[in-house]
């Protein structure tokens, strides 16, 4: 019998909370480490669920979420590096890549920043990748991911703490009753975001354009 892809990541989700949530803080870097890497993982709510577990230690587990999330991002930000220069390469001259990879040198840490703290469905490998391609360099790039984590998971840790657990019940029910209209405004915030990014990389107003406009 075959096995939906959707179900295989259910018990894959399962099973490592199983094994990972036992460990506390070293737990949650983990499972953040593997979120931002690979299998997709709800992150955000494990983080409450420790939260409200063990409240005195809230900064802790943002800082380790965040920092696993940062290590599992290198990934996506590696392949860059490897490969996405010859994939630009093939469209554009390398007169023109050293022109867009010194706008994006300008604008890269809130460019990786800001995507970072935003909650999913944020497209956020589109930017690590991206970063990778530019390179970025890995220390500035860790540290632009590592602080737009910490802020986004900070901010679900004192809203926790400061409503209580059922918080994110309330919050996951009234996504669902009103899914259309948080599907099209985290479509439009995407796509304001995207094009804000895409602005300050390739800055037009400059003379630099984006590589869809090549010859």
Same mark, same amino acid.
């Given at each position: 019998m075959k096995i939906s892809p959707v179900a295989l +990541?259910? =018990?894959l989700n399962v099973v490592m909370l199983a094994a990972l949530k036992p460990l506390g803080v070293w737990g949650i870097g983990a499972l953040a480490v593997i979120d931002s890497?690979?299998?997709?993982v709800p992150i955000d709510a494990l983080l409450i669920d420790y939260v409200v577990h063990d409240k005195s230690r809230f900064l802790l587990y943002c800082f380790m979420a965040a920092v696993g999330s940062a290590i599992g991002s290198l990934l996506p930000y590696y392949l860059g590096r490897a490969g996405g220069? +010859? /994939?630009l390469l093939k469209r554009i001259n390398r007169q023109r890549y050293e022109q867009m990879r010194d706008r994006f040198e300008k604008q890269e840490f809130l460019a990786i920043m800001i995507p970072a703290m935003m909650p999913?469905?944020?497209p956020v490998k589109l930017f690590e990748f991206a970063a990778g391609v530019f390179?970025? =360099?890995m220390l500035w790039f860790f540290s632009?991911?590592?602080l737009g984590k910490f802020i986004r998971f900070l901010i679900w840790a004192?809203?926790?703490i400061t409503y209580g657990p059922a918080i994110l019940h309330t919050i996951t029910r009234a996504i669902h009753q009103h899914l259309t209209y948080v +599907?099209? /405004?985290?479509g439009i915030l995407i796509v304001l975001l995207l094009v804000y990014v895409l602005r300050k990389v390739f800055d037009r107003r400059r003379g630099t354009t984006l590589p869809v406009e090549e010859n």
């Open positions: +990541l259910h =018990k890497a690979a299998i997709p220069e +010859l /994939f999913p469905p944020t390179e970025m =360099k632009a991911i590592c004192i809203i926790t +599907l099209g /405004f985290s």
